[in-house]
């Protein structure tokens, strides 16, 4: 869980607090935070719009501090039009790390001008109306990897795909619905475990849900096909 990865001994509630150090005037808030969780790695501190809180981040993590009560809150914070700052500052986070990802163990699909790099699953319905989307566009250079998370019997059909000789026909068929071929050849150990190392760069880079994209740097999250026309159109 989330929680127990910042604070090891934190309750499940949404707040957790402090006694044992108390935050004053004359103490910067960042010194304040680490002095009074030790245990968490800050890798980005900063105050946001809201008077008195900050926010931490902490590997792909994002949680906001009080520091007049030493006060740790987790969770999102949205404004009034129903966007999530949190999540856009997560996608931030993850479109950093997308920077590294090792593009030649995914699955090339197209030669445009414009890159979307994806995470999604054959047996999501929602990856497969997303897919059905892109295979109709013509301007894309798509990196395709493949993150189970929610149907893991899928992994016989990424298996499938990345062992075929066309892997770009392979996910077609898979991505459409069709099985595998009874005559497929066996799978090799070193096509499983680059099946297995798609799904660990997912996590790396905190995919939780499939599909996600990542649209010229611009993290997308589900299938919504009419932000990622919009992206490709800038």
């Known amino acids: 869980m989330i929680i127990s990865r910042i604070c090891a001994g934190f309750s499940l509630a949404l707040v ?27 890798d980005g501190f900063e105050a946001t719009d809201i008077s ?3 926010q931490v981040v902490t590997g792909q993590n994002v949680l906001y501090y009080a520091p007049e009560k030493d006060y740790v809150i987790l969770g999102e914070i949205f404004t009034k039009e129903g966007k999530s700052l949190t999540a856009e500052k997560k996608g931030q986070l993850a479109a950093k790390l997308v920077q590294s990802l090792p593009l030649d163990k995914a699955v090339k699909i197209g030669e445009g001008k414009n890159v979307i790099i994806e995470f999604t699953d054959p047996d999501c319905p929602f990856c497969r109306k997303a897919a059905e989307y892109l ?20 992994i016989t059909k990424i298996q499938y795909i990345l062992n075929a000789e066309n892997k770009v026909k392979a996910y077609d068929a898979m991505m459409l619905g069709q099985e595998i071929p009874a005559n497929a050849p066996p799978v090799s150990d070193k096509v499983k475990a680059l099946a297995q190392e798609h799904l660990d760069l997912a996590r790396k880079v905190g995919v939780q849900g499939t599909p996600t994209f990542f649209v010229n740097g ?17």
Request: charged share 20%.
């Open 135 to 154: 295979m109709k566009k013509t301007d894309v250079t798509r990196y395709v990897f493949f993150a189970p998370l929610a149907h893991p019997a899928a």
């Open 16 to 42: 957790c607090t402090s006694a044992a150090f108390a935050a004053t005037a004359a103490v910067k808030p960042e010194v304040a935070f680490k002095q009074a969780f030790p245990q968490v790695k800050v």
């Open 218 to 234: 611009q993290q997308v999250v589900g299938a919504d096909t009419n932000k990622i026309e919009q992206l490709l159109k800038k």
């Open 52 to 54: 008195g809180i900050y």
